[in-house]
């Protein structure tokens, strides 16, 4: 964890380097730890996304969930749209979020 006063501070570097980089700046040759800075800024806050999404267990849980649940429309099979997803169609085209 981080102190507060070590937060606010990175939240002002983080908000001086967006403008940094809404400037443009980041693009020019020796403005390239400006983006190097910024995501270790949102990573030092815990803002950068989860690195990997746990694909294995959305599909498990996805397949029990199509073996429960029949499509609503015509009471067909519905498959999982594809590997990682937590939404399912049926052949007759109606799809269904199974996953929250
Ligand atoms: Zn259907």
Same mark, same amino acid.
Do not use: F
């Given at each position: ?7 606010? =501070? #990175? !939240?002002?570097? #983080?908000? +001086? /380097?967006? %403008?940094?980089? @809404? %400037?443009?700046? !980041? =693009? ?10 910024? *995501? $270790? &800024? /949102? +990573?030092? /806050?815990?803002? #950068? ?15 029990? $969930? ?11 099979? #519905?498959?999982? &749209? $594809?590997?990682?997803?937590? *939404?399912?169609?049926?052949?007759? @085209?109606?799809?269904?979020? /199974?996953? +929250?």
């Amino acid at each position: 964890m981080i102190s507060d006063d070590a937060k606010a =501070h #990175l !939240h002002k570097q #983080l908000v +001086k /380097l967006g %403008d940094m980089m @809404g %400037d443009g700046l !980041h =693009h020019e040759s020796d403005g390239k730890w400006i983006k190097a800075e910024y *995501r $270790r &800024t /949102l +990573k030092a /806050l815990g803002l #950068l996304p989860k690195a990997k999404r746990n694909i294995a267990g959305i599909d498990a849980a996805m397949a029990k $969930r199509v073996s429960e649940v029949n499509c609503q429309k015509c009471g067909g099979q #519905l498959k999982q &749209t $594809r590997s990682g997803s937590k *939404r399912a169609q049926c052949q007759c @085209g109606a799809k269904y979020q /199974l996953l +929250k």
